[in-house]
């Protein structure tokens, strides 16, 4: 009792003074007023909101086995969010602490006694609470979580310049380190972990924070081998279960990436042992088994284990995953078919992780690459590419092995394609007949069986909604709930994740699930000859070929002489290029000499053996073969003697005579150029014809004929000028000059219009030509948007009225992205189609319900249709038309 009231007395007298306490006075009540407070209130708090955010990230952040653990878990970029409201508690309360219970007024000195060294050392202080460089860092460490490491660099700092006594000062550091490390300012972060790391009085309780940031500072730098020793030495310091395991998970890891197999899978075993969170346990064991090195440990019971963890429900939506570990087990025993077909089932069972299916496809890619499988190794390239993310280190690297592939495929394709259809070509009509229908009968089969499977299987989902709807415990998923599928956020995005796992990224577009995504409506093919009108027709469309027709399969067939010789040039063609891959893209040399030969064996007169000849000699010379390097440099020399190659492979001086060649032109330009300077451009028009004659595949040719057009336009009228220059631009096109000729061009077309009218002129008489008697058509040309349908009608009424005898067809097409022409068709000639010409141009019916403004009429013949088809142009040919026809 007398205790009790001992403390009541106290608190009645002492806590009034306390209240009034305030932080311009520093006395020993005031310090233990604002130090208690701060400790056991504010700070407190502060810290307490600290802890949660923590305990959030470590409930909430999910590991990436497929990548190296990152040492410490602040780093999750999701969580970051999550935690704000937390962090910013806890700078709040620092923020109060600061303000309201920082002491740095100086202790009045009451004695006259000289001041002995812990008095001055008490005085020297900047703070006299204890826990406000504490709140600091606490500060700086909430702004760290928050990401914002520019402010928690900046608090850092401040507490180093001014708290440099206080023991807070290490964790400071350490902290400031850490800070460098993900702002990746290797070079600070190293300076300081250094110091601190060779500090004598290092305090051993920051012993484990310091050996972890160290480690981080070295993965994060792409230095595993150096973080090993730092992880090992935190091993021994930490006490934390959880996190022993994740530091062993990570040590396991780090030998793994620098070829330590044996001790990662040794490391990867204490985790399985130290009885981890399942998903850890499974990461483990799969990890061990990608791991195994032959020649340590038992495949044979690796395997056992795995193979047990496929029949275990648990491990179901992670058979990928152990078929893939399966399939590495197999690659490290050398067994390279079982590791394929385990592989192919890591595909089979991916269902929802992208990464390891495209993982698993990357894998077969380079296998196959390896092998070589160049057509397998191009269709799992292609599928890792749909995959694969661009953010990916080498996405740049397979995305270019995955082009190449498909050109090389595409070759062989040809190749093969060609070759089989000639087999076909060779057989009598009747086989070959029999052969295509045997194809269609095939392909029906084929339709029906997959009909009969389509509608067991809509049958099989009617059977399976009608058991749903009898049991709604079936057909009911909580987390989808009862909406309809698209007003269902949860379902949408389940389906777009599957869509996405078993398609890729596709653009938004029709027909986006075929290779070659060709309308599935009703349309016209085009095909080479269809560029190319009928004798009497402008253009003649085909309908699409049905797969169960005989022209469908005998389309490609080489029938007659010509599609034959078109065979025989696609082959030849593919050949080389697939030689040229072989050799430059894929650096596989003995396929591509296996390539050139062939070239040169089925078409010993192409123009492309030389080059097939000088590869060959290249790849012989590269791989030491004296023989056949000197074999094909007599083959060069002897069958062509005047050709660069000869010239190489004979005179060793050449190239250097080339580039003195080179040189005398340039000197023979410069020169030139100095006389038009000097204004004599009769001398340069001469030396200009020299060069053009003497010197016609030089580079310098294009400013030699340049250079001579501009002493024409000095010496002669603008009409032979503006010629010279759209010359220019015709011969050279896309160079620097044809650039100047449509500059200057462009200035006299401005100056002069009647240029530009003279020019076109004669590019129309030029490109079209009389032919009255040759089939004709008559024509209307509109503009995009008005009612073409109408103006049909009213021809096809016009024609019924005047010239029904004639049997005449009306039809339309388009001419470029702004014009369409209705084309009245056929008239035999010139001398038929003027009179309808000149009784419809007068015709008002004609136009009923159609604005006429704009349109043009126009005869011309079935050639000339076929130049304006190309050509575009309706202004260059109604010149044409109205010069020859009116």
């Known amino acids: ?62 590991n990436d086995y497929s990548e190296l653990l990152p040492v410490f878990l602040y780093e999750d970029e999701q969580l970051t969010g999550t935690i704000g409201p937390d962090m910013d508690r806890t700078i709040k309360k620092t923020e109060k602490l600061i303000s309201l ?40 460490k909430a702004q760290f979580y928050k990401h914002e490491f520019e402010k928690a660099k900046e608090t850092f700092l401040y507490i180093i310049n001014e708290y440099q006594s206080q023991k807070t000062i290490y964790e400071t550091k350490i902290w400031l380190a850490r800070t460098y490390n993900e702002q990746k300012n290797f070079e600070s972060a190293y300076e300081i972990l250094n110091l601190l790391e060779n500090t004598d009085d290092f305090p051993k309780v920051l012993m484990n924070l310091l050996y972890t940031t160290i480690a981080d500072y070295y993965i994060k730098n792409a230095e595993p081998e150096e973080a090993i020793p730092y992880i090992e030495k935190s091993l021994k310091q930490e006490k934390k279960k959880k996190l022993r395991i994740r530091y062993t998970f990570i040590l396991a890891q780090l030998f793994e990436r620098t070829g ?65 570990a399966l399939g590495n087990l197999a690659m490290k025993e050398d067994n390279i078919n079982k590791a394929i077909e385990n592989y192919r089932k890591s595909i089979r069972e991916s269902t929802s992780n992208t990464e390891q299916k495209t993982k698993s496809y990357l894998t077969l890619a380079d296998i196959y690459y390896e092998l070589p499988d160049y057509i397998l190794a191009q269709a799992y390239y292609d599928s890792t590419v749909t995959l694969l993310d661009m953010s990916f280190p080498e996405y740049d690297l397979i995305y270019a092995k995955s082009q190449n592939l498909t050109d090389l495929v595409e070759q062989i394709n040809i190749v093969n394609l060609e070759d089989s259809v000639q087999r076909l070509a060779e057989m009598d009509r009747d086989e070959l007949l029999h052969f295509v229908d045997d194809l269609i009968a095939e392909v029906r089969r084929q339709e029906e069986q997959a009909s009969v499977i389509e509608q067991e299987r809509m049958m099989n989902e009617q059977f399976g909604r009608q058991l749903s709807s009898q049991n709604p415990m079936r057909s009911t998923n909580p987390a989808l709930g009862g909406k309809w599928y698209f007003y269902n956020e949860t379902a ?25 995504r060709i309308s599935g409506t009703i349309s016209l093919i085009s095909s080479p000859e269809q560029n190319e009108p009928a004798p009497d027709e402008g253009i003649r469309p085909t309908e699409k070929l049905s797969n169960k027709s005989r022209d469908y399969y005998l389309k490609d067939v080489p029938l007659n002489d010509s599609m034959m010789q078109e065979s025989h040039n696609r082959i030849e063609q593919a050949l080389f290029l697939m030689g040229q891959i072989y050799m430059n893209d894929l650096k596989d040399p003995e396929r591509a000499a296996e390539s050139f030969k062939e070239m040169i064996k089925r078409y010993p007169g192409s123009v492309k053996v030389l080059q097939a000849y000088y590869n060959l000699y290249t790849i012989y010379k590269q791989q030491g073969n004296a023989a056949l390097t000197e074999m094909y440099k007599r083959k060069i020399i002897a069958e062509y003697p005047k050709s660069s190659y000869a010239q190489i492979l004979t005179n060793p001086n050449y190239i250097k005579e080339l580039e003195d060649e080179e040189h005398k032109v340039e000197d023979y330009y410069a020169e030139t150029y100095h006389q038009y300077l000097q204004n004599n451009f009769a001398e340069v028009i001469s030396r200009c014809d020299y060069a053009l004659n003497n010197y016609p595949d030089d580079q310098l040719i294009p400013k030699f004929s340049f250079l001579r057009t501009l002493c024409i336009g000095k010496t002669r009228d603008i009409h032979t000028f503006s010629d010279g220059l759209y010359e220019i631009v015709s011969a050279y096109p896309g160079t620097e000059v044809a650039e100047n000729a449509k500059n200057i061009l462009y200035y006299i077309e401005r100056e002069r219009p009647q240029v530009k009218e003279e020019e076109e002129m004669r590019i129309a008489l030029k490109l079209y030509e009389e032919s009255d008697d040759t089939t004709h058509f008559f024509v209307y040309v509109l503009p995009k948007g008005l009612n073409i349908n109408q103006l049909i009608f009213n021809i096809i009424n016009f024609n019924l009225d005047y010239f029904d005898d004639l049997n005449l067809r009306v039809e339309s097409m388009e001419l470029n992205s702004s014009h369409t022409l209705v084309l009245v068709k056929s008239f035999e000639d010139r001398k038929q189609v003027m009179p309808y010409y000149d009784k419809v141009t007068k015709e008002d019916a004609v136009f009923k319900d159609v604005n006429p403004e704009n ?24 010149k044409f038309f109205g010069e020859n026809y009116h």
């Open 1 to 62: 009792m007398k205790t009790d009231l001992k403390i009541k007395i106290y608190l009645f007298l002492v806590v009034p003074l306390l209240v009034s306490c305030s932080t311009q006075k520093n006395t020993f009540i005031t310090r233990t007023y604002h130090n208690i407070t701060s400790k056991y209130n504010v700070f407190f708090n502060g810290t307490e909101s600290f802890k949660k955010g923590q305990r959030t990230i470590l409930d909430n952040h999910k």
């Open 101 to 140: 219970h920082s002491i740095t007024v100086k202790p009045e000195i009451k004695s006259n006694k000289p001041l002995t060294d812990k008095k001055r050392e008490f005085l020297s202080k900047k703070e006299y609470n204890s826990y406000v460089d504490n709140s600091y860092l606490l500060m700086g």
């Open 260 to 324: 330590k197999l044996k001790k990662a899978s040794d490391h990867y075993n204490k985790v399985i042992k130290m009885n981890p969170p399942y998903e850890m346990t499974f990461n483990a064991r799969i990890s061990r088994a990608l791991a195994y090195e032959k020649g340590f440990g038992s495949a044979k019971e690796i395997e056992g284990q795995l193979l047990k963890m496929l029949k275990d429900d648990k491990n179901i939506d992670y058979r990928d995953q152990i078929f893939f």
């Open 492 to 516: 949408k995005s389940l389906g777009f994740k599957e869509f996405k796992l078993r398609w890729g990224n596709r653009k938004l577009e029709d027909n986006w699930r075929r290779k070659n």
């Open 855 to 878: 349109i043009n009429g126009f005869v011309i013949s079935g050639s000339n249709m076929q130049i304006l088809q190309t050509d575009k142009s309706v202004d260059r040919y109604l």
